[in-house]
């Protein structure tokens, strides 16, 4: 049974530019979650999706924004990328119904702005 | 606000025990949550404490939780060299699971 699987796993960008992550939940998942993570930092919480709509919503600009699909997976999209957008994006995936039991992390996508 | 604190670094010989400490000002926490991180990996949930209960033992993992000084801490008897990794401290509010606030990690070395 796979995990949280998340795509790419390395990605190298310009300041200006924007870039689509994405994330596939632990089957059986419905909601999924975005935290950014800074080298040294812990995770801080961008936003989460369910039933294809952002339900909560971190302290981040409106340059981060989201998608979920109907069969769950879901997208992170950031425009205008900043030097300080470098971070590890990790997804987590979690099932509506159960709250924080079964919450799941992927591996994370690892960002270079330059 | 939801501020979450960790010492940075803790340095521990094999066998011997480990505890890491973690701070949290927000008295509406619900759950409270240990996680560890290796190097290139996500975050593997070690074990968590509801907000009512004082300690949580799983095998080699003792959660305590003084909830009057908001001070939660991670025991890890017999440490392991395969226990080096960072060890985030997390808080959830409301109990949902919506949103979790970590701490900034503390990195465990277990020397041989």
């Known amino acids: 049974d796979a995990g949280v699987t998340q795509s790419p796993t390395h990605l190298i960008k310009t300041r200006g530019q924007q870039v689509t992550l994405r994330c596939s939940p632990k089957s059986g998942h419905d909601t999924v979650s975005w935290y950014q993570q800074a080298l040294g930092q812990g995770p801080q919480f961008i936003f989460q999706y369910y039933e294809e709509e952002e339900r909560q919503r971190g302290n981040f600009p409106d340059r981060f924004s989201g998608h979920q699909f109907p069969n769950y997976s879901s997208e992170l999209n950031v425009n205008a990328l900043l030097l300080g957008d470098s971070a590890l994006y990790l997804c987590?995936?979690?099932?509506?119904?159960?709250?924080?039991?079964?919450?799941?992390f992927g591996s994370g996508t690892r960002l270079t702005v330059v | 606000g939801e501020d979450v604190e960790q010492s940075l670094f803790l340095s521990v010989r094999e066998g011997d025990s480990s505890v890491i400490n973690c701070t949290y000002t927000d008295s509406s926490s619900t759950y409270l949550y240990w996680y560890k991180q290796e190097p290139g990996a996500g975050l593997q949930l070690l074990t968590y404490?509801?907000?009512?209960?004082d300690m949580k033992q799983d095998q080699r993992l003792t959660v305590l939780l003084n909830k009057k000084d908001k001070h939660l801490s991670l025991r890890i008897a017999d440490t392991q060299t395969g226990d080096s990794a960072i060890y985030f401290c997390a808080e959830s509010i409301g109990g949902t699971g919506n949103q979790f606030y970590f701490g900034t990690g503390t990195s465990l070395t277990v020397i041989p």
């Open positions: 987590a995936s979690s099932l509506a119904v159960r709250g924080h039991y079964g919450y799941t």
């Open positions: 404490i509801f907000s009512n209960m």
